[in-house]
């Protein structure tokens, strides 16, 4: 099992940045995809970006592209997602995500416990 912890949430201006972190503890080796998901009230939870834990290979969502990158740091067990050009429908509880990968949630195994990003207008 891999414990997940997020950081980095907060209350923006539209057109503002942020950043997140997410430090992986436990059974790292066994991360394949590190990912980010985002839910807001009402929605459901969707695939923001991924990366591959040993690889090069990434995802974002087409709401993310241009805008967002996501990145590793495997000596820190640490995946970081760079927030730029926010916008209002931003808004969400930003979660970090770990397993096998794909684009739904239920590629994932493990999961943080959420950080809220809040972009007003």
């Known amino acids: 099992q891999v414990q997940l912890v997020e950081s980095g949430g907060g209350l923006v201006q539209a057109g503002g940045s942020l950043r997140l972190s997410c430090v992986a503890s436990g059974w790292t080796s066994s991360i394949v995809w590190m990912a980010w998901f985002r839910q807001a009230p009402g929605k459901d939870r969707e695939l923001v970006a991924r990366?591959?834990?040993?690889?090069?290979?990434?995802y974002y969502a087409d709401s993310a592209k241009g805008r967002f990158t996501i990145s590793r740091d495997n000596a820190k067990n640490t995946a970081v997602l760079q927030m730029n050009s926010l916008k209002p429908e931003d808004t969400a509880v930003y979660y970090c995500a770990a397993g096998g990968g794909g684009n739904n949630w239920y590629g994932y195994s493990d999961w943080g416990q959420g950080t809220q990003v809040t972009v007003s207008s």
């Open positions: 990366i591959r834990w040993n690889a090069e290979n990434s």
